[in-house]
Structure formats: structure tokens, C-alpha cells
């Protein structure tokens, strides 16, 4: 589903984030990606749909390899990787239900106005998703009115009403209480196994992986030094 052939990214700094990394991700896998701070984690993660250009090697999402695309037939290709933030990046002045979808559009950035053009079948998937995640009844309010896992629910909808085949989730939790954690980690897992979509979820928290996923890949100094199940992980991992 998701190859990365050899991936390096060094940024202009010299910092080597990526030393040729190699995964893949077969579909409706969804798996956790830990390592210290600087590892790499977020950079493996923007790397895959190109919100940070590598410096060498390829990503292949199904048959298409990303790396080789346009402008143009990247940002098709993009409607098919739901992402999902740690800060949310909710538009605060927005309702629920319009940030939700906003997803539909392909990016974050958008004018209201756009809004008025969505189709019924549109607004009524963004309900289904709301209900799904508890939040039905806060549809109209505004984004800026939502506490910190509710604003996570809503970006989790939002990256789900693109209907993606892959999620790419960075750090989700990070802002968040452990319980909130938790539930929005599971949440995220539940959907994912539902919809057989895979995921790779950045988390900083060693532990959640290990409550949530089946693989766990290790990330240090840009390189992959531990690919498996979370069972023998140490948290210092
Ligand atoms: P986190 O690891 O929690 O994502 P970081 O402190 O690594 O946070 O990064 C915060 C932001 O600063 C990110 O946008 C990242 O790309 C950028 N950044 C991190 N390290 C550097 C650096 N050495 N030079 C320039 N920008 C950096
Ligand atoms: P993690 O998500 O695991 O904390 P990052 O991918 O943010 O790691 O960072 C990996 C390395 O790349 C770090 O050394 C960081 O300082 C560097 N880095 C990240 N973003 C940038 C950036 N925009 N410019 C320069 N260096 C960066």
C-alpha cells in the first residue's frame, strides 16, 4: 500500500533527518511510529505526501510514486492521505460542521464562501462522521468553543470524510490529558480498523503504542532501528 524506497531528507541546516529509510505498509495496517525527540518522526511523516521535500529516494503510495509527481497530480493524490495534526488546525472562526467539511476541499486553507457549494451527500457524511465520534450535537458551534479532544474528534473527521486510504497522524495526543489520549487514540485505531485504512501515527508516548497497534517502528537519529510487535518494547525505546 505505502513503500519508502531509500528515503533521505537533509535539510538545508545539515541536519540529517532521514538516513534511507525503508518501509512498508501493507493496507489496512495501521502502525506507530516512536523515537526520541529528533529522531525523524514528523519529518518521515511530511515527507510521504511532500508537505517536506526529501532530498533522495522514492515513496509509493499503491502504484503511484509520489516523489515522481507534478504539483498538479500531487495534490490528487493527496485527497488520498487524510492527515491529522497535533495543534488540530481547526479554523477556529468556523463551525464544527464546516471544518469537518473543509476536508472535502483537499487542504486547511479555504473561504468561507466555498462552504455554500457543498452537495447534501457531503453534508450528510460529515453528520455520520460527527455521530461517530460523539459529536453530532455540536455541529454548529464553533470550533473555537471545543475543548482539546473534541477539537481532535473533529480533525479526525475531517481527515476521514476525504475518505484517504492512508491516515498520516502527527502526534495526536501531545496536547492532550491521558485519558483524552487514550480515547482519542483508540478512536482513531477503531476507525481505522472499520474502514481498513492504514495509519501511521507519530506518538510520542511509548505506551499508548503499546496499548493501540501491532507494529511499532523505532525511529533514531533517521534511521529505523526497531520494526515489530509493541510486546518487547522498553519504554525508553
Ligand atoms: P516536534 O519534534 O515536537 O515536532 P520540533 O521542535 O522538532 O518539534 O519542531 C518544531 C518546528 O520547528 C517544526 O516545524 C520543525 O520542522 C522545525 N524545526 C525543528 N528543528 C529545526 C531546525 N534545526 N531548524 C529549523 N527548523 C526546525
Ligand atoms: P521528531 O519528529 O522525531 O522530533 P523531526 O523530524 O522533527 O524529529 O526532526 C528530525 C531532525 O531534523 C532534527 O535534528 C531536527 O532538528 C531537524 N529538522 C526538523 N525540521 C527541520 C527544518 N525545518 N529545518 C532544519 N532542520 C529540521
Not at 84 to 99: G, P, S
Request: proline residues 4%.
Amino acid at each position: 500500500m505505502l513503500r519508502l524506497d531509500k528515503l533521505v531528507k537533509t535539510y538545508k541546516t545539515g541536519d540529517q533527518a532521514l538516513k534511507a529509510v525503508e518501509l512498508e505498509v501493507p493496507e489496512g495496517q495501521v502502525l506507530a511510529l516512536i523515537g526520541p525527540s529528533g529522531a525523524g518522526k514528523s519529518t518521515l511523516i511530511r515527507c510521504i505526501n511532500r508537505l517536506v521535500e526529501p532530498t533522495s529516494g522514492k515513496v509509493y503510495l499503491g502504484d503511484v510514486e509520489l516523489t515522481g509527481l507534478s504539483s498538479g497530480a500531487l495534490r490528487r493524490e493527496r485527497r488520498r492521505m487524510g492527515m491529522i495534526f497535533q495543534e488540530y488546525a481547526l479554523v477556529e472562526r468556523l463551525t464544527v460542521m464546516e471544518n469537518v467539511l473543509s476536508g472535502r476541499l483537499g487542504y486547511v486553507g479555504f473561504w468561507r464562501s466555498f462552504l455554500r457549494r457543498f452537495p447534501q451527500s457531503d453534508v450528510d457524511e460529515a453528520f455520520r462522521l460527527l455521530d461517530r465520534v460523539g459529536l453530532a450535537h455540536m455541529a454548529d458551534k464553533r470550533a473555537d468553543e471545543l475543548s482539546g479532544g473534541q477539537r481532535q474528534r473533529v480533525g479526525i473527521c475531517r481527515a476521514l470524510i476525504q475518505n484517504p486510504a492512508l491516515l498520516l497522524v502527527d502526534e495526536p495526543t501531545a496536547s492532550l490529558d491521558p485519558k483524552t489520549s487514550r480515547q482519542i487514540m483508540r478512536l482513531i485505531c477503531e476507525l481505522c480498523q472499520e474502514r481498513g485504512l492504514a495509519a501511521i501515527i507519530n506518538i510520542h508516548d511509548v505506551a499508548l503504542a503499546q496499548m493501540f497497534v501491532q507494529r511499532v517502528i523505532g525511529l533514531r537519529f533517521g534511521a529505523i532501528e526497531f520494526d515489530g510487535p509493541p510486546d518487547g518494547l522498553t519504554p525508553e525505546v
